[in-house]
């Protein structure tokens, strides 16, 4: 949807474009939390996952206007920063109404009561569809309610045509980065989305507790990371910091994998720290080897993110 979503992003505006991401993540969520099966969840998932690539697509140009130019660095750098909070928390949300739903002492708390009612008691977790209702209506509210900045898109940040997208297409590098990108994402959700499971199997931790807690410390350490990598950028070329990066990634994962169970549990959220820098410096070396028609190429490149889909 990333490439599509340019597309309307241009036709609409990003306000319209904003409320309706947020009206299909809404619908999207609610139709699991009402009929919680695997046909709707792939459905769901879909739908949800869709509205998110819109709202990826329109916030950056948003980004830049809004904080001034001069800014857009420090202020992307603090959206991952808010990111990979909200990735850190996350887990810990799951864990309480995972441990909470249903349990006579939590009684007093009248959300547990609520979300007890609403969701089937043999998928607990299913819960937090309703969560994120709540927020994904309270957005909407905001963007109705707001004023947006005129954004006149930089030719970087135009969509393009579909002919800029096949020229594009007909180069051997944008392939060679589209699958760098591909195969990082497949990596970094992997690790992720696996670990709390590989932990359970493997080596009997809880994946409520112990398991939900290296999911968080693997994104918080992600998240510090972009920070150490912002240093390490000013000190030494790219390309030196990501060749450097990736045998310490290796190398964690390799130990969690092979390791006893308490290395695993340490090693697996350390993949987090060394893959600190490599989705900016993919896309800046990518970006970088075209001398125009980024707007489309960046389109490209988020197309990529598929390679997180995979690792299932």
């Not at 800014?71 to 996350?90: C, E, I, K, P, T």
């Not at 590989?198 to 939900?212: E, I, S």
């Amino acid at each position: 949807m990333s490439i599509p979503a340019g597309f309307l992003v241009e036709r609409f505006g990003e306000k319209t474009a904003m409320i309706a991401a947020f009206l299909v993540g809404t619908a999207g969520s609610l139709s699991f939390a009402l009929h919680p099966g695997y046909r709707v969840a792939v459905f769901s998932l879909f739908v949800m996952g869709s509205g998110m690539a819109t709202l990826q697509t329109a916030i950056n140009p948003l980004l830049r206007v809004s904080g001034g130019e001069a800014h857009f660095a420090f202020n992307s750098a603090f959206a991952q920063l808010v990111f990979g909070s909200a990735s850190f928390l996350s887990p810990y949300m799951d864990s309480y109404l995972v441990l909470n739903l249903g349990n006579e002492h939590a009684g007093s708390d009248w959300l547990l009561k609520v979300l007890a009612r609403l969701t089937p008691p043999a998928l607990p977790w299913a819960s937090v569809c309703w969560i994120f209702c709540i927020f994904t209506l309270a957005m909407i509210a905001v963007l109705f309610f707001s004023r947006f900045l005129r954004v006149e898109l930089t030719v970087d940040e135009q969509a393009g045509s579909l002919k800029t997208y096949s020229g594009l297409f007909g180069k051997p590098m944008v392939w060679a980065f589209f699958l760098c990108v591909f195969v990082y994402v497949r990596s970094e959700k992997g690790t992720a989305d696996w670990m709390s499971k590989f932990l359970a199997q493997y080596h009997g931790y809880d994946p409520h507790t112990a398991g939900a807690a290296a999911v968080s410390w693997f994104w918080g350490l992600l998240t510090a990371g972009c920070f150490i990598g912002m240093w390490l950028l000013k000190m030494f070329d790219s390309r030196y910091v990501l060749i450097g990066t990736c045998p310490g990634a290796l190398l964690c994962l390799t130990a969690a994998l092979f390791g006893p169970a308490n290395v695993s549990i340490i090693a697996l959220p350390a993949v987090g720290l060394f893959a600190l820098a490599m989705w900016p410096i993919l896309v800046s070396l990518a970006l970088n080897s075209v001398s125009e028609q980024h707007g489309s190429f960046g389109g490209i490149l988020s197309t990529g993110i598929m390679g997180g889909a995979v690792c299932r």
